[in-house]
């Protein structure tokens, strides 16, 4: 009877580090993730999400690739 109740209690202690763990480990990603999302930008011309810094820039305009670009104009 004592010893179920000391493997429950144990048990119950090691879902709560789980979960800590978990908890500490998950908001360290979101800011990752969240970071690359705002450098993301879209192509005018085809709607493809790329990196701003691999982007070819025009004016107020993003594309993916020069031939997207040159369409365009
Ligand atoms: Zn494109």
Redesign the pocket.
């Known amino acids: 009877m004592f010893g179920i109740r000391v493997l429950i209690y144990l048990l119950g202690i090691a879902l709560v580090i789980w979960i800590l763990m978990r908890l500490a480990k998950t908001p360290r990603m979101k800011k990752k993730s969240a970071k690359r999302v705002g450098d993301m930008v879209r ?1 005018t ?2 709607g ?1 999400y790329i990196p701003r810094n691999e982007a070819i820039q025009d004016s107020d305009h993003y ?3 020069t031939r ?1 670009r040159d369409r365009k104009l």
Do not use: G, R, T, W
């Open positions: 192509c011309h085809c493809v594309y993916c690739c997207h």
